[in-house]
């Protein structure tokens, strides 16, 4: 069921993806600037000394680089999660917790009734494993990996994918799916994220 599901998102996505790339007239090609982390200075006086203390304050501005397998993983782990959650509830609003484009919102809308489940998901019969990280910038996750939802899913729900997550405000979103490592997943992390409607 779950290689199913995957070969539909990655057969829309492909069609999404050309169309997002496709060059308009009024592209813009100013870059972003990203903020930075705030330090702060706070000082304590007292009736006899002074203490000062220097805290350095890192707010979630978007820049953080994902360098490492297992961060990686966590992050696929807890919006696979979320997805399988949402559609077990028929919940859009868990959905758009987690995903970054239309696309992804309606394949999890068209789940609702299509996909089963042997038991209502949990966060630790999410499975990620045998990572590749393909790119990693502040902006873009691609990892071919493995994802195991056979504890809740049933014996369809192993599949080995390349997964484009997107930074989205202040959080990763899943953005798209492909099957193969060749496919044209490099245009995603370029393609704009729009609103979710």
């Not at 304050?57 to 994902?66: F, L, R």
């Not at 989205?168 to 044209?184: C, K, P, S």
């Amino acid at each position: 069921m779950v290689r199913r599901l995957v070969a539909g998102l990655i057969v829309v996505g492909l069609a999404v993806g050309v169309w997002a790339l496709w060059p308009r007239e009024d592209s813009d090609t100013t870059p972003t600037t990203l903020p930075v982390a705030i330090e702060t200075t706070t000082t304590t006086t007292l009736a006899t000394s002074t203490t000062v203390v220097n805290t350095t304050t890192t707010e979630d501005d978007g820049s953080h680089v994902v360098t490492t397998v297992e961060e990686a993983e966590t992050i696929l782990r807890e919006l696979w999660f979320g997805w399988f959650e949402g559609i077990y509830n028929q919940d859009e609003e868990r959905i758009k917790e987690v995903v970054g484009t239309q696309q992804m919102l309606d394949n999890a809308r068209a789940a609702f009734e299509a996909m089963s489940f042997e038991s209502q998901p949990v966060a630790s019969g999410v499975n990620v494993s045998e990572t590749e990280i393909l790119r990693n910038d502040v902006a873009c996750l691609v990892t071919l990996s493995t994802l195991d939802v056979t504890d809740f899913s049933g014996t369809d729900g192993v599949e080995t994918s390349v997964f484009v997550v997107r930074r989205a405000e202040d959080r990763w979103v899943l953005a798209t799916v492909w099957i193969n490592r060749e496919d044209l997943w490099q245009q995603d992390c370029a393609s704009e994220l729009e609103p979710l409607s």
